[in-house]
T-cell receptor
Framework: DGGITQSPKYLFRKEGQNVTLSCEQN?????MYWYRQDPGQGLRLIYY???????QKGDIAEGYSVSREKKESFPLTVTSAQKNPTAFYLC????????????FGSGTRLTVV | AQSVSQHNHHVILSEAASLELGCNYS??????LFWYVQYPGQHLQLLLK??????LVKGIKGFEAEFIKSKFSFNLRKPSVQWSDTAEYFC???????????FGAGTTVTVRA
């Protein structure tokens, strides 16, 4: 079945450490996205990528970095510069800029202690 | 940049009551509009979407939404809710010629049996 795989489901890190969240899709979608979900704030866009080797900052990119070396993969690194990294992170993909087919992963809950 | 506002943070209803969730957006151009639902412990799921044509859109599970361009609104409705409609509901907006999908803060709906 086609879909988005996010791993791991739960992740714990010590404060000051960088951590990378994985997102892989086998849908052959061009575009991929990272969102952060916090209670009462909905989903906020961190980064998105329209094609391989290209990505744009979203609304809350500070303290995060991404890469898009392969069409299938869009890893997100939460750096030590992110002041409040504990959150639920969702990866998504879409065929292109049209309205069709946004697919979301099951998410990774990151807890920084 | 576009923004999305959902009017209610938490709505509590009894079964068989009618539901209406408000959503307003700010963007000067043509938009595509979405409602997503997130049941407890599950992925985001698309309820319905609008990108052109009839402003009254019917979705899954008996939901519908009406796009009122003059009011920049896309309110979600269901005539008679069930206990299984307990979930968090998100309105989302995307400029029709762009990739960036922006979400509202979400409305938690609790349906009491």
């Amino acid at each position: 079945d086609g879909g988005i795989t996010q791993s791991p489901k739960y992740l714990f890190r010590k404060e000051g450490q960088n951590v990378t969240l994985s997102c892989e899709q086998n849908l052959n979608h061009d575009a991929m996205y990272w969102y952060r979900q916090d209670p009462g704030q909905g989903l906020r866009l961190i980064y998105y990528s329209q094609i391989v080797n290209d990505f744009q900052k979203g609304d809350i990119a500070e303290g995060y970095s991404v890469s898009r070396e392969k069409k299938e993969s869009f890893p997100l690194t939460v750096t030590s510069a992110q002041k409040n990294p504990t959150a639920f992170y969702l990866c998504a993909s879409s065929i292109d800029r049209s309205s069709y087919g946004y697919t979301f992963g099951s998410g990774t809950r990151l807890t920084v202690v | 940049a576009q923004s999305v506002s959902q009017h209610n943070h938490h709505v509590i209803l009894s079964e068989a009551a009618s539901l209406e969730l408000g959503c307003n957006y700010s963007y000067g151009g043509t938009v595509n509009l979405f409602w997503y639902v997130q049941y407890p412990g599950q992925h985001l799921q698309l309820l319905l979407k609008y990108f052109s044509g009839d402003p009254l859109v019917k979705g899954i599970k008996g939901f519908e939404a009406e796009f009122i361009k003059s009011k920049f609104s896309f309110n979600l409705r269901k005539p008679s809710v069930q206990w299984s409609d307990t979930a968090e509901y998100f309105c989302a907006v995307k400029p029709s010629n762009d990739y960036k999908l922006s979400f509202g803060a979400g409305t938690t709906v609790t349906v009491r049996a």
